[in-house]
């Protein structure tokens, strides 16, 4: 499962689990209000029906937990339905036989515990499984809703890739041709062939980045020995910019990264600061506590927050350089960070 899948999973199923997940706790928790509301209607029943056995003169043996005593005293607002719970009983006065005289009658509420006790494991536990239920019932919808997602991001990356395969020839082609054609006498030096050169080096960097998008995803992450990946690829770069002054940095040689991903990233990054960097510019390239940083002394960029996006581009070009390393970025878990001033840029990549 891809990772636009997989968040538009993950959101098809919390959104619906949680939606789900608030009415049950909600119910069940006027339920448990409701019902234990209840039950403390029934304790101050118990204690009018005891009054009246001592009003009768029924006996009260066999009732537990019940005391009473009789007191001479007044009231100024009495009321019949007093009823209180205090620390661990529950109390109510009640008018005795005789004038002036009141039965205080008392109950542990030992019993109301474990029934509250009881009511309250009965509703845990069936939220419990309900919420359960619907997490099953959500994680079947989520999968079911995605599945046509699914099958067009299949057709789509059928359709591209077998569309960048056929490019690979006309690509290849251009490039064989163009060496041929520099061969002439007569256009060795001509302009017309040295844009033609660029053209078709950009469709080239075009191919190669997009046979990369299309395994997005799938990058399993392994140790790499990062300083043998950049003196390789600075290697290139010195070879195709020798008037810029590379210095490297790398105070921790392994990461943990893909390395056809990571390799693709530098690569991109580092040209994006060969082509705008002045001549004779430098470009330094440090690692330190997991983070790689590239900085040029370049022209910087605008507006760096958007330099990312697939439709934006400052200079001439696609734009989807840029595009695909934050992609690879984020299939990867890397961090990026950008600080562009008019003196420079740098870009900071931070690995887990």
């Excluded at 309250?120 to 989520?142: D, E, K, M, R």
């Excluded at 062939?193 to 990058?219: C, F, M, P, T, V």
Aim: charged share 25%; with cysteine; net charge neutral.
């Amino acid at each position: 499962m891809k990772s636009s899948e997989k968040r538009a999973f993950w959101k098809f199923f919390l959104t619906y689990f949680i939606s789900v997940a608030l009415l049950i706790l909600t119910a069940g928790h006027f339920y448990y209000s409701q019902m234990q509301h209840q039950l403390l209607e029934m304790e101050h029943f118990s204690l009018i029906e005891y009054a009246k056995r001592l009003k009768v003169g029924e006996s009260t043996e066999g009732l537990e937990g019940y005391t009473h005593r009789y007191e001479q005293r007044t009231f100024e607002h009495f009321s019949i339905d007093n009823f209180n719970q205090r620390n661990d009983q529950f109390e109510k006065w009640v008018p005795g036989n005789e004038k002036g005289v009141y039965i205080f009658i008392t109950k542990n509420t030992t019993h109301f515990e474990e029934q509250r006790n009881r009511l309250f494991f009965v509703v845990a536990g069936t939220q419990f499984h309900l919420l359960l239920l619907f997490a099953i019932i959500s994680f079947i919808l989520a999968r079911n809703a995605i599945a046509p997602l699914q099958k067009s991001i299949r057709e789509l990356d059928r359709f591209a890739k077998d569309l960048i395969h056929d490019l690979n020839t006309p690509v290849t082609s251009i490039g064989l041709n163009l060496k041929a054609l520099r061969k002439e006498p007569l256009l060795h030096n001509h302009s017309a062939l040295d844009r033609l050169q660029k053209s078709a080096d950009a469709i080239s960097d075009l191919h190669k980045n997009l046979r990369y998008l299309l395994h997005e995803g799938s990058y399993t992450p392994e140790m790499i020995d990062l300083e043998q990946m950049v003196d390789s690829l600075l290697a290139e770069y010195r070879q195709l910019y020798p008037h810029q002054h590379f210095e490297v940095a790398i105070l921790e040689r392994s990461v943990q990264a893909n390395t056809a991903a990571l390799r693709q990233i530098l690569d991109n990054l580092l040209s994006n600061a060969c082509k705008f960097s002045a001549d004779s510019g430098k470009i330094t390239l440090t690692y330190k506590d997991k983070k790689l940083t590239i900085a040029d002394e370049g022209i910087g960029i605008k507006r760096p927050e958007r330099i990312f996006e697939r439709s934006y581009s400052e200079q001439y070009g696609s734009g989807i350089g840029l595009d695909i390393v934050k992609r690879l970025c984020d299939a990867m878990q890397v961090h990026i960070d950008v600080l562009s001033t008019e003196r420079g840029t740098s870009i900071s990549l931070t690995f887990r």
